[in-house]
């Protein structure tokens, strides 16, 4: 059974940086897209960066500059720097993993939480 695991969140102060990892156990063939997620209370979850084996990159147009997303498709790795964040970064964040076979599968770590402030 395949499980996302994430590391990497925390508190830090405005401005401050933080970088997230999430790494796949179990059997998975290569995710074609590898991306994050974040849900803060009382607003759905947002898609804030993606990536795609092929290395196209898509991003929330308000982490545009600050966030870059990277991954090890040896490891069956992604990771999230997220660089001069703010208070409104604050929020659970969830990697995924779309991977295309017969069908479309979808993988889901548990969340890590993430806050900005000072």
């Known amino acids: 059974q395949v499980q996302l695991v994430e590391s990497g969140g925390g508190l830090v102060q405005p401005g401050g940086s933080l970088i997230l990892s999430c790494v796949a156990s179990g059997t998975i063939s290569r995710p074609n897209i590898m991306g994050w997620f974040r849900r803060t209370p009382g607003k759905q979850r947002e898609l804030v960066a993606t990536?795609?084996?092929?290395?196209?990159?898509n991003y929330l147009d308000s982490v545009k500059g600050r966030f870059t997303i990277s991954r090890d498709n040896a490891k069956n790795t992604v990771y999230l720097q997220m660089n001069s964040l703010k208070p409104e970064d604050t929020a659970v964040y969830y990697c995924?993993?779309?991977?295309?076979?017969?069908?479309?599968?979808?993988?889901w770590g548990q969340g890590t939480q993430v806050t900005v402030s000072s």
């Open positions: 990536m795609s084996s092929g290395g196209i990159t």
């Open positions: 995924q993993f779309q991977v295309v076979g017969s069908r479309v599968s979808y993988y």
